[in-house]
């Protein structure tokens, strides 16, 4: 049985006195939840105060990026190592902004991955379509492009260890969530594309969030899907309330 995660990605968004504030919030409520694991991905700035902010409590800290390079000269960039030394368990690979916005690529993607899961992090590996490929009856195409790409020459046990978010372009940011039925449509696919990869055990094992204007009216729907087993959510996990709301609908 797969156990519902529910990861809350900050972007470029908080201040550290309202990012140490928000972490606060979600780790003192969180107790309260069962059954459900919760995240927070704060600035890679923030990590230190937040991951002080949720000591003692169950909520696990993660990072939105890294590179793939153990140390070195790589101006600006950070290590798996750095991250794990700071208290990061998980690390967004792939999410459509760096794809996008700064044309981060599947092969980009890969060898962070592969880099994370070196140093014994657990990468969210993200894929999604762009509302033209989506029109154009793509969606497939797409997905399994990206899973192929970012996900090559894992091991079945490394597979089996990581998160894959299915974040529909044309969702993030906009209010225009997927129905349920869409995003399940693609979870399958994901799950079959592991299956046919690996094995039915890795498929059973890894947890596939969507990620896409995800609210506390939309989750339960949502989460409720067999192959959607959580969320990556952007704008609604900045308010503790309602980041909470999602996980408790999990
Ligand atoms: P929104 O929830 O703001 O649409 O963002 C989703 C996302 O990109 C999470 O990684």
């Known amino acids: 049985m797969r156990k519902p995660f529910i990861a809350g990605n900050w972007k470029m968004n908080t201040d550290r006195a309202t990012a140490v504030e928000l972490a ?27 991951a002080t902010a949720l000591s003692h409590s169950g909520v696990a800290l993660g990072a939105q990026n890294m590179y ?7 101006t600006g960039e950070l290590s798996a190592a750095m991250l794990l030394d700071i ?10 902004e760096r794809r996008h916005l700064l044309g981060e690529t599947d092969q980009d993607v890969n060898r962070k991955l592969h880099a994370a899961l070196a140093a014994g992090l657990t990468p969210i590996v993200c894929v999604g379509e762009q509302l033209q490929q989506r029109e154009a009856g793509q969606t497939r195409q797409v ?31 906009t209010g225009k969530v997927a129905t349920p039925q869409q995003a ?12 046919d990869r690996y094995n039915i055990d890795v498929a059973d ?5 969507y990620g896409g204007s995800v609210k506390p009216d939309n989750a ?3 989460l409720a899907q067999p192959d959607i087993d959580g969320a990556l959510v952007g704008g609604a996990s900045l308010e503790a309330d309602s980041f909470l709301a999602i996980a408790g609908a999990a």
């Open 87 to 96: 208290g990061c368990r998980y690390v967004i690979l792939g999410h459509s």
């Open 68 to 74: 793939h390079e153990p140390s070195g000269a790589f």
């Open 24 to 50: 606060t919030a979600v780790a003192r409520q969180a107790d309260q939840l069962n059954n459900v694991e919760l995240a927070v991905c704060p600035p890679s700035i923030y990590l230190d105060a937040v």
């Open 220 to 222: 339960a729907e949502l």
């Open 184 to 195: 399940q449509e693609v979870h399958l696919d994901l799950r079959k594309l592991l299956a």
């Open 143 to 173: 997905i399994q492009q990206q899973f192929t790409g970012s996900l090559a020459g894992l091991s079945p046990q490394d597979a089996a260890g990581i998160v894959i978010a299915y974040e529909p372009v044309w969702a993030i940011g």
């Open 205 to 209: 094992a890894v947890r596939i969030q």
